[in-house]
């Protein structure tokens, strides 16, 4: 599908918006500046009926048509549109790409007999965009090259499946695309459709134009295929409701969406599948697109509790849902799924507590954000300072087996509360390499009856910045005369690293 005019018409559309709108039926071209001189970016129809190009110089516009309105072309602002038309064509097929300048491709293999045929989609797709104020042009074809070329350069509506050569043959030689000087040479040497260079040996047109050229040429006639790329990826699992007139009742979006979770999950159910990230999708009749994405911390096929989570996560937009004009279609999609083999269900018919915490993790989550629910993770380094870290409750690398486990009726390497940053402590110790035999923190001296160590742990030189000085460090396992436990550490090694090194209570053993 191509928009010749969208910029001009949704330039048009801003300002009727405006209070002090006016009817201004003066031909509409925008601007931009090319090598310090003005130049026709884009036209409207009344523009082009005046045979005005793209490219010419704002002088030489003026000079055929003194009563031009102009205006300054905004890129950004055509892309920011062209982007919301493939999420609001999203509706037609989930295959959607952008085809530049001001075009789309959309992949409708499969989808077309939903809406009564080829003929009969296209004819859906170019009305809803009139609906929207904008003029279309769309070509169905068997590649994406030659639907381009049919619709951008020529009449044909439809190709029959494996008809495109002929319908693309008569096509002007402007159909290539292909730079300016191109173009004209071809024309010079009687080469004026696509046919007629077809028709030629490819040895000559190659080696003078490039590869490119004829690679074009034999895409546009349907002799290669180039899938096209679209802008989202296919869900794993898809299913929708088309209404016959918008649908305006947000307090019944519920009643809407329960079957369509339930119709996915038994889809799903049948593939031995769960999901792990769903969307929402609601089209709306004016063209906008508003999606809702949540999660779960494990695969699931819970329909109440997918429900929950939509409910949550639409309390908490800021934006708040709002159907305007209507909703012509509601689309529930699976994003990502896993394998979930079925459960057994006990005697008391009640969840495990496992499910129970994946239950509050996701309702978390649908609250608050997915980011913002952490939990700790170990990681691979012998550091106590990074050897933990928050990761998302999602995350593969947050699973309670990560931790490593003492050998059995041994205590614990680590104390479960560490001090940020490590307390100073005051040590009287036996010999200088050796453990203290007391110390004091907090104003409270600690007599030690047994102390284990020293476990060496030298600082990891690859992560620190420059500037920054870490020394040796050698921790010992204490506990006092009254059963407390401590873990503390000398901090640098004798004249090697300090003269007098210092000692650190750096985290408590329960």
């Not at 040996?201 to 080696?207: K, M």
Request: with cysteine.
């Amino acid at each position: 599908m191509w928009l010749p005019f969208l910029s001009a018409e949704r330039l048009a559309k801003s300002r009727r918006r405006r209070p002090d709108a006016n009817s201004d039926d003066s031909p509409l071209v925008l601007v931009k500046k090319e090598r310090s001189a003005l130049r026709v970016d884009a036209l409207d129809r009344k523009a082009v009926a005046l045979g005005l190009t793209p490219g010419m110089t704002l002088a030489d516009a003026k000079a055929r048509a003194p009563h031009l309105s102009v205006a300054q072309a905004d890129a950004e602002a055509d892309e920011r549109l062209m982007l919301r038309l493939a999420a609001f064509c999203e509706q037609f097929t989930p295959l959607v790409a952008l085809d530049p300048p001001c075009g789309l491709a959309l992949d409708i293999t499969g989808c077309a007999h939903l809406f009564g045929g080829d003929a009969a989609m296209r004819t859906s797709v170019l009305q809803a965009m009139a609906h929207l104020s904008l003029t279309g042009r769309a070509a169905v074809a068997g590649t994406p090259d030659a639907a381009r070329a049919l619709a951008r350069f020529g009449e044909t509506a439809v190709a029959p499946p494996g008809e495109d050569e002929i319908f693309a043959r008569p096509l002007s030689i402007a159909a290539l695309e292909a730079p300016r000087e191109t173009s004209i040479a071809l024309t010079r040497v009687g080469l004026t459709t696509l046919g007629d260079l077809a028709d030629r040996s490819s040895a000559a047109p190659t080696a003078r134009f490039g590869a490119e050229t004829m690679r074009r040429l034999t895409r546009i006639l349907g002799r290669e295929d180039a899938r096209l790329t679209p802008l989202r990826p296919l869900p794993d699992c898809m299913v929708e409701r088309r209404f016959a007139e918008p649908f305006l009742d947000l307090s019944a979006i519920e009643h809407v969406l329960r079957p369509l979770i339930a119709e996915a999950m038994g889809l799903l159910e049948k593939r031995g599948e769960g999901g792990r990230a769903f969307e929402a999708r609601f089209f709306r009749a004016d063209g906008a697109v508003r999606a809702l994405y949540f999660e779960t911390g494990a695969p699931s096929r819970n329909v109440e509790a997918l429900l929950r989570l939509f409910r949550l996560k639409a309390d908490a937009l800021a934006d708040p849902l709002d159907p305007g004009y209507g909703f012509d279609v509601i689309r529930f999609c699976v994003l990502n799924v896993e394998t979930l083999g079925q459960s057994q269900i006990g005697f008391e018919r009640r969840d495990a507590p496992e499910s129970d915490f994946a239950d509050l993790v996701d309702r978390l989550a649908a609250r608050f954000g997915r980011e913002r629910v952490l939990r700790f993770a170990a990681h691979e380094t012998h550091d106590p300072i990074r050897a933990a870290a928050y990761v998302r409750t999602a995350s593969p690398s947050s699973s309670p087996d990560s931790w490593p486990k003492p050998a059995p009726g041994e205590p614990p390497l680590r104390p479960l509360f560490l001090f940020d940053p490590p307390q100073p402590i005051e040590t009287m110790a036996e010999t200088p390499d050796g453990p203290p035999i007391h110390f004091k923190w907090r104003r409270l001296r600690h007599l030690i009856a047994r102390a284990e160590g020293p476990e060496r742990i030298a600082p990891e030189w690859w992560r620190d910045t420059v500037g920054r000085e870490r020394r040796t460090r050698d921790y010992y396992r204490l506990e006092d005369r009254d059963g407390h436990r401590f873990w503390v550490f000398r901090e640098g090694l004798y004249e090697s690293e300090a003269a007098a090194p210092r000692w650190f209570l750096h985290g408590l053993f329960a």
